[in-house]
């Protein structure tokens, strides 16, 4: 089977390494990938905005089946353009990416199907947006609607604070995306991620992991789109990933049916629990970047016939393995991210890291230039540590990490605190 992966960064990495794994792969390439893809598959250039130009690369190409990676193109509807084409791909259609691609959609979803999420109320204008909050006081939670890089959501300590994000939505800073804005309840808790798979009809489960979005150890510094991450999360026990399904994955595979737009692809909860349990603060329609590198190691089964199940309506009756070994990721990213950063600064020492036993490593923003590898971007490799533990796992990235010679790169030293203060405290 061939097939065309599309993105280009860590999640798109680890995908490549997992389908280049699969028996049923006779080639595979990757548009338009990077340095560390290049090992797994034939990267091509492509701009994935351009749907046309996606379409006929992979006509070009003969490919049997499409992969995308990235939230972007699916919410710009590319699943329904390329299958509009006649090319089998896996992913949800527009319609089904709004539960990503607009915040109020998937708010009205929850409270029309009883899905345990944070109260709020969705405004198109700041006037009636600021009276909201007059009433509701802070902490609360502002949103911009739509897709807007990670960077549109508020946690506002404070009125003020809330109403100048108001003002900051509305005025445009994140174009057609803050013409609605979502109020919300603010939730204490512990987050967690976990992800199902689905075929419109049914959904299966993967797994649990838990990132690291600030910049800084001990989760100080800026919001990134992730500094590392983990799996499976010691907290997240079985029966709340029973209920993960019960309450959350299958309601919503229900709803999208009944609304005509039936969910295929990953759906990835993130989730608050709270004291009352597990709330819902978001959906996203695709692996986590950096989670779905520490998912692909996790997995035995193969990959790609899971994808096909899912895009044939097939999951029924299937099933997928893990091992109980922890994986662990930590982000390395050029200083300065995520502020301004420099380009092309050269990275040493990768091939003996990749050496060492249970250690992968998986390249977003990178470079080949001249036979070296160079820094292409802010987050630019993922370093993943295995064990029988998160602390294991975690001893083992770091142990790679060392070995890795790039003076311009940064990393967090405390990805798996959580997880691994509770290993410790068991009896
Ligand atoms: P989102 O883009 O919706 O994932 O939000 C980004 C981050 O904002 C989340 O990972 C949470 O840390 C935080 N957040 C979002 N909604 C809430 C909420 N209702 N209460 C507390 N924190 C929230």
Known sequence: MKILL?????????????????????????????????????????????????????????????????????????????????????????????????????????RRYGIPTAAYERFSD???????????????????????????VVVAQSVDDAEAAIDTMFGGAFGASGDEVVIEEFLSGEEVSFFALCDGETAIPLASAQDHKRAFDSDKGPNTGGMGAYSPVPAFTDDLARQAMSDFVLPTVRAMKEMGCPFKGILYLGLMLTAQGPKLIEYNVRFGDPECQVLMLRLISDLVPALIASRDGQLKNFDLRWYDEAALTVVMATQGYPGSYGKGSVIRGLDAAGAMEGVEIFHAGTKAKDGAITANGGRVLNVCGTGKTVAEAQRCAYAAVEKIDWPEGFCRRDIGYLAIGREASKP
């Open 6 to 110: 599309l993105g280009g960064g860590g999640r798109e990495h680890a995908l490549a390494w997992k389908i280049a794994a699969s028996p049923l792969t006779t080639k595979l390439w990757c548009a338009p990938g990077n340095a560390g893809i290049a090992n797994e598959a034939e990267c091509v250039p492509v701009d994935l905005t351009d749907h046309a130009a996606v379409i006929a690369l992979a006509r070009k190409l003969g490919v049997d089946f499409v992969v995308v990676g990235p939230d972007n193109p699916l919410v710009a509807g590319i699943v329904d353009d390329l299958e509009a084409a006649g090319l089998r791909t896996f992913g949800p259609t527009k319609a089904a990416a709004r539960l990503e691609g607009s915040k109020g959609f998937t708010k009205d979803l929850c």
């Open 126 to 152: 700041a006037a009636s947006a600021k009276a909201y909050l007059k009433v509701k006081g802070a902490p609360i939670v502002v949103k911009a609607d739509g897709l807007a890089l990670g960077k549109g």
